[in-house]
């Protein structure tokens, strides 16, 4: 008699992609570093990729969209105050600080903009991970990224047109389809699937952070190999810049929350949302809309602002759990 061994290969392969899917999940900034130096050294060949950046964040996405369930909207309902402290700062503070920093260090109005398009957009896709490593309020933090790409299609276009506008020309209406196509739809597709198909979507969770992962990758290299000589020429400069602007987003994103008298787990989780923006969009708008070298900004971000979540994930680890929510109201009535 033959045995069957099909089901066992499939199991194995299965096991090896999701083990390959979490090493991604792990060391997804060191692969973003590798991309952007892919980028640097084959640029001609990574430039291929230029007029598919749009079609892979809309992948990434939909990938997005699966992770989701309408449940990961109730503490708007629950906690409405921590939501709001935390988009409205999302909102605020990034735009005026890349229009801030861009100003302060004179960049070109090419990468100006590029840096207001990145303080414009959502929140970042990796930024639940890294609030769930710093021991942060991961619920606070779901909702927080849905909640900021749905308004998204709104808010971008009038915070670009707003801060941008005197620069460059903005079509605001050519913004706003582009973020309702390659991310509104994508998302409320994948919300829409996971809700459908619920027992096949989960089987496949585990293996998305690959698809998160390796799409950034692609845009980061399509971006850097595009405008190699931009960043070897302005490289220091821009990434002083983008050093400040994420530095400034965790600071005072982690402020806006205390000031907002929230517990320190929710501190944490407004920190990293405020300070990791979804780049991907922010580099595909610019590159679409103004001109490749636009798309750098967020380029440089991509790489800096997962190294620096990384590093700041890493401390507040090192600090422990922060006090119990039952504490909350202790802690914040004394600081």
Do not use: C
Not at 46 to 59: I, M, Q, S
Not at 223 to 245: C, E, F, K, M
Not at 250 to 268: F, I, T
């Amino acid at each position: 008699m033959v045995r069957d061994n099909s089901g066992d290969k499939e199991s194995t392969l299965g096991t090896v992609v999701v083990r390959i899917a979490a090493f991604a999940g792990r060391w997804f900034a060191v692969l973003i570093l590798l991309g952007a130096a892919a980028g640097l050294a084959a640029p001609a060949q990574a430039a291929l990729l230029t007029p598919y950046v749009a079609v892979l964040l809309g992948v990434i996405m939909f990938g997005m969209g699966l992770t989701l369930r309408a449940s990961d909207f109730a503490i708007v309902v629950r906690r409405p105050q921590a939501v709001l402290i935390g988009v409205a700062a999302q909102f605020a503070v990034m735009p005026l600080a890349g229009y801030a920093v861009g100003h302060l260090l004179q960049l070109p109005p090419l990468l100006l903009v590029g840096m207001i398009l990145v303080g414009a957009a959502p929140g970042g896709t990796a930024s639940n991970v890294i609030v769930y490593l710093a021991r942060g309020d991961v619920a606070l933090s779901v909702a927080m990224t849905s909640i900021s790409t749905l308004l998204a299609p709104l808010l971008t276009p009038l915070l670009v047109l707003w801060l941008a506008g005197s620069t460059l020309p903005v079509d605001a209406g050519a913004l706003l389809v582009s973020i309702l196509q390659v991310v509104l739809l994508p998302v409320v597709a994948g919300l829409l699937v996971r809700a459908v198909a619920r027992r096949l979507v989960e089987r496949l969770l585990p293996v998305l952070p690959l698809v998160s992962v390796g799409g950034i990758v692609l845009v980061v290299a399509a971006v850097v190999g595009g405008n190699a000589d931009a960043v070897l020429s302005t490289g220091p400069l821009l990434a002083l810049a983008v050093v400040l602007h994420n530095g400034a987003g965790l600071l005072l994103g982690y402020w806006a929350a205390r000031l907002g008298r929230l517990p320190e787990s929710a501190r944490r989780a407004v920190s990293v949302e405020v300070g990791m923006q979804n780049s991907g969009l922010a580099a595909t708008l610019a590159t679409v809309h103004f001109a490749p070298l636009a798309a750098l900004p967020a380029a440089l971000f991509s790489v800096w602002h997962n190294m620096s979540g990384a590093l700041v994930a890493a401390y507040w680890a090192r600090r422990g759990h922060p006090v119990p929510a039952a504490a909350a109201a202790e802690e914040t009535g004394a600081g």
